[in-house]
């Protein structure tokens, strides 16, 4: 299952929830093909006032960062460099579509690979090896 999580601060978040939720999940979707949708959890962070910082100081505006979780093995198919791409640039594309493309050039888009016998659904540790 995909997890997307999406940082902003709470009073740019407030309003954009719907928005940002049907941009991320269609960012997953053009990436690996609509049978995916089903399965991406999308999860959206607002941080309050005085708890973004940048430089030891509390800033007032700051453009979304994203992370993406999924598999570890992703990185190692031959195709890792473009679907990477493809991420990041469709992460990047979901957000400015929905806070405008003036923060394009300061949105952080991460990726985060889990190896599944490291995770855990239901009680059960997904690739095995828990029982």
Not at 13 to 25: D, H, K, N, V, Y
Not at 65 to 87: N, P, Y
Request: charged share 25%.
């Amino acid at each position: 299952m995909p997890h997307v999580t999406l940082y902003a601060l709470e009073a740019e978040l407030a309003g954009r929830e719907p928005g940002l939720i049907r941009e991320l999940t269609d960012a997953v979707v053009s990436v690996y093909g609509e049978w995916a949708r089903s399965s991406v959890d999308v999860r959206l962070i607002g941080i309050p006032a005085g708890r973004w910082a940048r430089g030891g100081e509390a800033v007032d505006t700051a453009a979304p960062s994203v992370t993406f979780g999924m598999r570890e093995e992703v990185f190692a198919r031959a195709d890792a460099a473009t679907v990477i791409a493809r991420l990041i640039s469709a992460f990047t594309d979901a957000v400015t579509t929905v806070f405008g493309d003036d923060c394009r050039d300061e949105v952080l888009v991460e990726l985060v690979g889990q190896p599944t016998t490291r995770s855990g659904l239901g009680g059960k540790v997904i690739g095995g090896g828990g029982d």
